[in-house]
Nanobody, 117 residues
């Protein structure tokens, strides 16, 4: 079955940390650009962090220095380490995979992150 399954969300106080995981199945993980996006209530979905095809990383300005994306190709998993969380980080976080060659996009179901002040 082709799917992305996120986990690791939850409720945390401002200044705290969470680590999100995204397990991929049914896709060739190594030929997909993996990334994390988020959507807050009433707002559009936005990029948080992603890997480029060349293996480098891009981060939204709002999370630079606080969030780190990483991947484990052996276990078909991508992670998002989130430190120094702020209330404005509250959102549903989605994992995304885009095939380098076909361009097809796959989304996970999302995991809720809530940061209390």
């Amino acid at each position: 079955q082709v799917q992305l399954v996120e986990s690791g969300g939850g409720l945390v106080q401002a200044g705290g940390s969470l680590r999100l995981s995204c397990a991929a199945s049914g896709i060739i993980f190594s030929i997909n650009a993996m990334g994390w996006y988020r959507q807050a209530p009433g707002k559009q979905r936005e990029l948080v962090a992603r890997f480029t095809r060349g293996g480098s990383t891009n981060y939204a300005d709002s999370v630079k220095g606080r969030f780190t994306i990483s991947r484990d190709n052996r276990n078909n998993t991508v992670y998002l380490q989130m430190n120094s969380l702020k209330p404005e980080d509250t959102a549903i976080y989605y994992c995304r995979a885009q095939n380098y060659y076909s361009g097809s996009v796959l989304w996970g179901q999302g995991t809720q992150v809530t940061v209390s002040s």
